[in-house]
């Protein structure tokens, strides 16, 4: 644990270091994308920190957590609940198509001609 802490105090010092490079007054574009992968490094340190200290955490008898809390009355094979792998986001290549497919399509309805 104390790694990733130290890992998470250069990412810091990066993303401090980065902001100063692209708040300069004739800073780059490369110097705005070395802050932004930065920034993300530094927010994939610190949820890879904050999933690491749940884990360790005993469990309270307080409630559970996960699907046994949000029960459907259905069989216990059946899941309710969305997965991950269905909720996957479309590239922008694939809304690109589909915007291009749309404009491509003949207009169903009326259209007034001018």
């Known amino acids: 644990m104390r790694n990733i802490e130290d890992e998470i105090d250069a990412a810091r010092a990066k993303v401090a270091h980065c902001r100063i490079r692209a708040e300069r007054p004739g800073s780059r574009l490369e110097d705005d994308f070395a802050l932004e992968k930065a920034r993300n490094r530094l927010l994939t340190l610190e949820l890879r920190h904050l999933k690491l200290g749940q884990e360790q955490r005993p469990a309270t008898s ?3 957590t996960g699907p046994a809390r949000h029960g459907t009355g259905r069989s216990a094979g059946f899941e309710a609940r969305r997965t991950k792998h269905e909720q996957m986001p479309r590239t922008a ?4 198509e589909e915007a291009f497919a749309t404009l491509r399509k003949p207009q169903t309805g009326k259209q007034e001609v001018v």
């Open 62 to 64: 307080k409630g559970t």
């Open 93 to 96: 290549r694939e809304r690109a």
